[in-house]
Structure formats: C-alpha cells, structure tokens
C-alpha cells in the first residue's frame, strides 16, 4: 500500500518535471472533468513554487479516485489556473475534477466542501 502510494507520487513528480512551460497558459476550455476526488488541500502553490517554476500546483491528500487511483494518498497535482485557488486554504476539505492532456493531468475545478 504504502509502496504503491510512493509510487503515485513519484508518478506525479515526474509529470510536474516533464509538463513543459509552453504549455503554461490556463484552459479555461479544458472541458469538463473525466474524474473526480475528494480530499484535503495541503499545499496551494502558484508558480513559481518549490514543485514547479511556472505552473500552479495543488497538494491534496486525496481519498480513492474511482477509475483513476485505487488508494488515499497525497500528492501533487498541476491545476489548470491559479484562479481556481482563490479563496482556498490549506486545510479546506474540498472536491475536485480532473481531465488529462497531452501534458499533464489537470486539476480543473475546485469546490470547498462543509469541514
Ligand atoms: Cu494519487
């Protein structure tokens, strides 16, 4: 379990280092999600950051993704814009969808839920 969790986020590292910067502008058309978790947030980080010079990236400590991911873990993800950080904070319980592109799998809406 805990191994397969390590490996997820070394998963998600890896895709943080190859998303290239070209690809930085938000899609406000990246359509809707085709996955959707629930979690808490632990990092809230707008580029640059320590994960990723020029894009936004979510640390969540996400339950099981149905059809994704079989195990709670936490890790990071690239978010489609900074916008959909605004009013959030580290320790909000929230829900959230996720799309893939061909360079990253984006975080793309964020929704705080009751504590
Ligand atoms: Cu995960």
């Known amino acids: 379990m805990r191994r397969l969790a390590r490996e997820c986020l070394a998963l998600g590292l890896a895709a943080l280092a190859a998303a290239p910067a070209a690809a930085q502008p ?4 990246a359509g809707a999600p085709e996955w959707r978790g629930r979690g808490v947030i632990l990092k ?6 320590e994960l990723h010079a020029t894009r ?8 099981p993704i149905a059809g994704l991911m ?4 936490a890790m990071p993800f690239i978010a489609a ?11 909000d319980h929230v829900a959230f969808g996720l799309r893939e592109t061909p360079d990253a799998l984006l975080v793309v809406s ?6």
């Open 26 to 29: 938000a899609r406000p058309g």
């Open 44 to 49: 809230l980080l707008p580029p640059p950051s």
């Open 56 to 63: 936004p990236v979510i640390v969540i400590q996400h339950e």
């Open 70 to 73: 079989d195990e709670a873990m």
């Open 81 to 91: 814009s900074t916008a959909l950080f605004a009013g959030l904070h580290a320790g």
């Open 110 to 115: 964020i929704d705080r839920l009751p504590p």
